[in-house]
């Protein structure tokens, strides 16, 4: 954390700055292939929230909507409000690579 604060320091003397943040989501995440790094870019999941959504993508099956994460224990009206506009249920397998990794 130090090397970052020192960085954004040294940027801001150059009038640059430093992104703390994950990059926002410039593309919608399908829930039933993205992995666990791909969830952590819908905004409000981070790891734990991630890996509980794909264990019960594994065992309940696809997500026939993105209002069918509410499903996942974690995930309220609140947060599924705030990832709807980001996520999509399409028709991919339940478990398998990352389809964003090769883009």
Do not use: K
Not at 37 to 58: K, Y
Not at 70 to 94: E, K, Q, T, Y
């Amino acid at each position: 954390m130090a090397v970052v604060a020192a960085l954004a320091a040294i940027m801001a003397l150059r009038g640059t700055t430093v992104a703390t943040q994950p990059a926002a989501v410039t593309r919608r995440i399908d829930l039933n292939v993205a992995a666990p790094a791909d969830l952590e870019l819908l905004p409000g999941v981070g790891p734990s929230l991630a890996a509980a959504i794909v264990a019960d993508r594994a065992a309940n099956g696809p997500f026939a909507s993105v209002d069918a994460l509410d499903r996942v224990r974690g995930i309220g009206p609140g947060l599924l409000a705030r990832i709807r506009p980001h996520a999509m249920a399409g028709a991919g397998a339940a478990t398998g690579p990352s389809a964003y990794a090769a883009r």
